[in-house]
């Protein structure tokens, strides 16, 4: 049995503060992700009598009211990514050691089964009963180290893989653990990928558990 841990290395939420230094409770009640313009509304007396094309282009629109506008549209230039010919700093593996020495532990609740994912250390499946304390639990796969060191030697961070996360393809880094708790349906030992994938601001979180 093979087990997919997709793990979030960083996560970043921008949140807005006020001058006083507290956050923006102004701005977070009429804060709605279902928008996805901004509209800034001039006097007449500001608004730009010729349009360079460069700048956008202007239309007129009337509204329901009979109230006439005139928008301009800013030009949004498109560019296109740039690939990655060479690359002289730390590898993944490199950035993932400091974690490995500080045993550090991310977890997953779900109704049923949670995971313990320790890096460096094993990934764990449990469920507890709460009345009895009862503990279930498998070890879907240990952490060995000469088997991690191959596998980085391997990786081709130039070119690495990618996974779909939400609607954006997201470059991950795999590392195998191996060695758990014998399969009832395979009679082979558990496996499991921790792919990890990287955002700015530190913040482990377990995005999903996948069996296979």
Not at 44 to 69: M, N, R
Not at 119 to 133: N, S
């Amino acid at each position: 049995m093979i087990f997919d841990i997709l793990f979030f290395l960083n996560l970043f939420v921008l949140v807005p503060f006020s001058k006083g230094g507290g956050i923006d409770l102004d701005y977070l009640r009429v804060l709605d992700d279902r928008l996805m313009y901004s509209i800034e509304y001039k006097p007449i007396d500001q608004f730009p009598v010729d349009i360079d094309e460069k700048e956008g282009k202007l239309i007129q629109i009337t509204s329901p009211d009979q109230e006439h506008y005139k928008c301009l549209i800013p030009t949004i230039n498109s560019y296109s990514k740039k690939r990655i010919e060479a690359y002289t700093g730390p590898s993944p593996a490199q950035l993932l050691n400091p974690i490995y020495g500080e045993n550090i532990c991310s977890y997953k609740f779900e109704a049923y089964w949670n995971y313990e994912l320790c890096h460096g250390r094993y990934v764990l499946q449990y469920h507890e009963e709460k009345d009895t304390k009862k503990r279930t639990e498998f070890f879907l796969g240990n952490y060995v180290s000469v088997a991690a060191v191959v596998q980085a030697k391997n990786f081709d961070q130039l070119n690495p893989p990618t996974k779909k996360i939400g609607d954006e393809m997201r470059a991950y880094y795999p590392v195998t653990y191996s060695h758990g708790t014998l399969c009832d349906l395979t009679g082979k030992p558990r496996q499991t990928d921790v792919l990890y994938v990287c955002e700015e601001v530190i913040l482990f979180f377990i995005i999903d558990a996948m069996d296979f």
